[in-house]
C-alpha cells in the first residue's frame, strides 16, 4: 500500500513540476498564441475591361464612382449589424430602392428587444411545440400584421441591414454606390470610427461616351443586387466567382467574359482572436479587365443606324409598315469577314412602339425571297447542270395540279426563254424552278403531280449552306440561330414538291441578315465564305487610358472556298451587276444604277401572312411581303457588302425601301473611307 502512494505521489510531483516549467518556460509563448491574429484573404473588385471602335474611340467603358463599402468581421453580431445599420442611416439615404415587405419585418426583429416582445407574444400552445419553424413563422405572421411604416431614414436603415446581414465573413460589399453626395462621402468619412467594417471605395460603371445605338449589340452586366445569373450559378461559383460579383449576362459582354472581368484585387485581411478586423494589407493590387477593340466604327455605326430608323419611319408614316415588325441592317468587309455595322429595329405594330434590336440581325430569321437566286445559280454552274456557255433555259410557267400557276411577276410570256445573268437580272422564278427541276432530276408533266426524288430537299439545301444560307455562320456573339428550315415531307410521308420549287426562288426556307451578308460576300469577294467576327483586337489598357497594348490580333477564317471556275463566278457576278445597271425594263433595282462607286446586288421580295400573337389562328391575315437587298461596292473591287431586310411590308405599297437603305449605307462608308 505505501509502495502505491508513494508512486502516486512522484506522479503527482512530475506533473507539478512539468506544468511549472511550461508556466515559467512558455507561458509567454502560449499566450502570444492565444491572442495572435488570424487572417483570411479578401478579393475585391477590378474595373471591366474597355471595349473600342476600330478608330480607338471608346464604345463601352468604365465611369469611376465612390462608394460607401463594408466588410464583415468574424464576431460581427445581429445586434453589431442592427447598431451599424442606424449609425450609418444618419449620414447617408438610399432614394432609388424601397425595402420590401420582408426586409421591414427582419429589420424590426433585428432589434433585441422587439424580438423579444414578439417571442414572448407566441402562443403558449406553439411555443410548447419548441419547434423553431413554427416558432419562427408565427413571430413573422405577428409583426407582418402589425403593417408596419417606416419613415425615410428607417427605410434606409432597413435597405443597409439587409445589404450587411448578407454580406459573407470577411467579404466586401458596396451599401450605397449610385448617387453617392459629397456631403454624405464626408459625413462618413468623419464616424468610420464609430461604424466598424464601414469605408469609402471606388465602384465601377459602365458607361457608353459614343451613343447606345451598338449597346443592343454590346450587351449588359448584372448589377451586384442581381449578382451571378441563378441558371449559370454553379458554372461562376467554380470559376472564382462571388455570389453577389457583376458579370455578363449578353452578347459581347457575355462572349467576353473570361476576359473582360480582369483578376480581382486581394488583401490580407488580419483578425484578432475577438473576431475583430485589426488590419487590412493590399497583397495584390488586381489587374483590370482586357480591352477590346471591335472590327466596327462608331461614327459609321450611327449612320447606318440613323439611316435605318429615318427610312422605316418614312415606310411607316406611308402605310407600308403597318403591320410591319422591324428592319435590319448590316456591313460586312467581304474580304475579311469583319462587320462594318449591324443596325435593326423591332417594333410593335399594334402599340407602334419601335426599339433598336441590332442583335436581330443575328437571331431573326426570314423568308428572304428572289436575294438568294444567286446562290441557286451557282449551284447549278458549280455542279455542272448549267454551264458559262449553255444555260438558257425555257420561261414557262409551272403548272400544278390544284395549285394556282408558278411563274415570275412579270406577265407570262414576256420571255421566250432566259439566259442564267438575265434570268437574275429580271428576277425569274420560272428560271429557278426549271433549274431546280433539272438538277433532282424531277419528271414534269404540265398539271401533273411533279416525280422527285426524297433527296431533293438536301439536294437544294446543301446548296444554299455552301453559302452560309441555312447555318450559323460562328460570329462572335452569343445567341445565333440557324434559320428557319421549312417542312419537307407532309404527314404521309411524300415529299412536298411544290416547296422543294419555292426553296429554289427564296420563298420557303427562313435565313438570317448577317447569312445574307456572308453569303453576298462569298460572291463579292470570289467564292471564299468569310467567318463574320466583331471583335478585331484583344489588348490591355494603359493606366491614363490613352492607349492600348494589343495582345492579339483575329486573323481572317475561311470556312470554305466555293469551287467556282472563273467563267461560272462570272456569270453571276454579270446577273447581279444588270440587275443594277442593266437596260431590261424588269431589272429590279435601276434606281441604284447612278451611285459611285458602283454597286452589284440582288433585291428580293417574299410573300408572307402577318400573325397576330393576340389572335394566332386567324383564318384571313392580311397578306405582306418581305422586301429584302443584298450587294456590295465597288462592283469590280468590293470593299463592302451589305444585307437590308424590312419584313412585313404592304404588298402594294412595298416600295424601294431596301434600296435606299443600301444607298445610305454604301454612300457613306466612301465618305468616311475616301482613301
Do not use: C
Not at 22 to 34: D, M, T
Not at 518 to 523: E, F
Not at 594 to 609: L, M, R, Y
Amino acid at each position: 500500500m505505501k509502495l502505491i502512494l508513494g508512486i502516486i505521489f512522484v506522479l503527482f510531483a512530475t506533473l507539478i513540476g512539468q506544468l511549472a516549467y511550461l508556466q515559467i518556460g512558455y507561458g509567454s509563448r502560449f499566450k502570444a498564441e492565444v491572442q495572435k491574429s488570424n487572417s483570411a484573404v479578401v478579393s475585391s473588385q477590378v474595373p471591366r475591361g474597355v471595349m473600342y471602335d476600330n478608330k480607338g474611340r471608346v464604345l463601352v467603358g468604365n465611369t469611376a464612382k465612390n462608394a460607401i463599402t463594408y466588410t464583415k468581421s468574424v464576431s460581427t453580431t445581429i445586434d453589431d449589424v442592427y447598431s451599424i445599420s442606424n449609425k450609418l442611416s444618419n449620414y447617408i439615404l438610399i432614394k432609388n430602392e424601397k425595402p420590401t415587405e420582408q426586409q421591414i419585418i427582419d429589420y424590426y426583429l433585428g432589434n433585441k428587444e422587439n424580438s423579444k416582445r414578439e417571442a414572448a407574444r407566441v402562443p403558449k400552445s406553439i411555443r410548447a411545440t419548441e419547434d423553431d419553424e413554427k416558432i419562427n413563422k408565427s413571430i413573422q405572421q405577428q409583426v407582418q400584421a402589425k403593417h408596419l411604416k417606416l419613415s425615410k431614414r428607417q427605410e434606409t436603415a432597413a435597405l443597409i441591414y439587409n445589404k450587411i446581414s448578407g454580406a459573407y465573413t470577411l467579404s466586401t460589399i458596396y451599401v450605397k454606390n449610385d448617387g453617392l453626395t459629397d456631403k454624405e462621402i464626408a459625413e462618413v468619412g468623419e464616424h468610420l470610427s464609430e461604424l466598424p467594417g464601414v469605408g469609402i471605395g471606388t465602384d465601377w460603371q459602365r458607361s457608353y461616351p459614343n451613343g447606345s445605338s451598338i449597346q443592343s449589340i454590346i450587351g449588359s452586366v448584372s448589377t451586384q443586387k442581381a449578382g451571378l445569373p441563378s441558371d449559370n450559378l454553379q458554372y461562376y461559383l467554380t470559376n472564382g466567382y462571388s455570389r453577389n460579383d457583376r458579370v455578363g449576362t449578353s452578347y459581347l459582354e457575355e462572349e467576353y467574359e473570361p476576359l473582360l472581368k480582369g483578376t480581382k484585387s486581394t488583401s490580407k485581411v488580419s483578425t484578432t482572436s475577438s473576431g475583430n478586423i485589426e488590419q487590412t494589407k493590399s497583397v495584390y493590387s488586381g489587374q483590370a479587365g482586357a480591352s477590346l477593340v471591335l472590327t466596327i466604327d462608331a461614327r459609321y455605326q450611327k449612320e447606318v443606324q440613323k439611316s435605318l430608323e429615318q427610312i422605316y419611319s418614312s415606310a411607316i408614316a406611308s402605310g407600308a409598315a403597318h403591320y410591319s415588325n422591324g428592319a435590319y441592317a448590316v456591313a460586312m468587309n467581304p474580304k475579311t469577314g469583319a462587320l462594318l455595322a449591324v443596325a435593326g429595329i423591332s417594333r410593335d405594330p399594334k402599340k407602334n412602339k419601335t426599339t433598336n434590336n441590332a442583335l436581330g440581325v443575328i437571331n431573326q430569321a426570314f423568308v428572304m425571297g428572289s436575294a438568294v437566286k444567286g446562290a441557286m445559280v451557282s449551284g447549278g454552274l458549280i455542279n455542272k447542270i448549267i454551264t458559262p456557255t449553255d444555260n438558257v433555259m425555257p420561261d414557262v410557267p409551272v403548272y400544278l395540279p390544284g395549285t394556282p400557276i408558278k411563274k415570275s411577276v412579270y406577265p407570262v410570256g414576256t420571255f421566250g426563254s432566259l439566259d442564267a445573268s438575265t434570268a437574275l437580272e429580271v428576277s425569274s422564278n420560272i428560271y429557278m424552278m426549271r433549274l431546280a427541276m433539272k438538277w433532282v432530276n424531277a419528271k414534269y408533266v404540265p398539271k401533273e403531280f411533279i416525280s422527285m426524288p426524297n433527296t431533293a430537299f438536301d439536294t437544294i439545301r446543301h446548296n444554299f449552306n455552301m453559302f452560309g444560307l441555312g447555318q450559323k455562320t460562328g460570329v462572335d456573339l452569343p445567341g445565333e440561330i440557324s434559320g428557319i428550315q421549312g417542312k419537307s415531307f407532309n404527314e404521309h410521308g411524300q415529299i412536298l414538291s411544290g416547296s422543294v420549287l419555292d426553296l429554289s426562288y427564296g420563298n420557303y426556307d427562313a435565313y438570317t441578315p448577317i447569312q445574307m451578308v456572308q453569303y453576298v460576300s462569298t460572291i463579292a469577294n470570289g467564292g471564299y465564305r468569310m467567318q463574320p467576327y466583331i471583335v478585331q483586337s484583344i489588348g490591355r489598357t494603359s493606366r491614363n487610358g490613352k492607349k492600348v497594348y494589343i495582345d492579339y490580333d483575329k486573323k481572317p477564317n475561311v470556312q470554305l472556298k466555293i469551287p467556282w471556275t472563273p467563267s461560272e463566278l462570272e456569270v453571276v457576278r454579270q446577273g447581279f451587276w444588270r440587275v443594277v445597271h442593266g437596260t431590261n425594263s424588269w431589272g429590279t433595282a435601276h434606281k441604284l444604277k447612278n451611285v459611285k462607286p458602283s454597286i452589284s446586288g440582288k433585291s428580293g421580295t417574299a410573300q408572307t401572312f402577318y400573325y397576330d400573337p393576340d389572335n394566332p389562328n386567324q383564318k384571313n391575315p392580311p397578306e405582306l411581303v418581305n422586301a429584302t437587298f443584298v450587294g456590295y461596292a465597288p462592283s469590280d473591287n468590293a470593299k463592302i457588302a451589305t444585307a437590308v431586310v424590312f419584313p412585313g411590308l404592304d404588298p402594294d405599297l412595298e416600295g424601294s425601301y431596301t434600296l435606299q437603305m443600301t444607298k445610305a449605307m454604301v454612300q457613306d462608308y466612301f465618305k468616311l473611307y475616301k482613301k
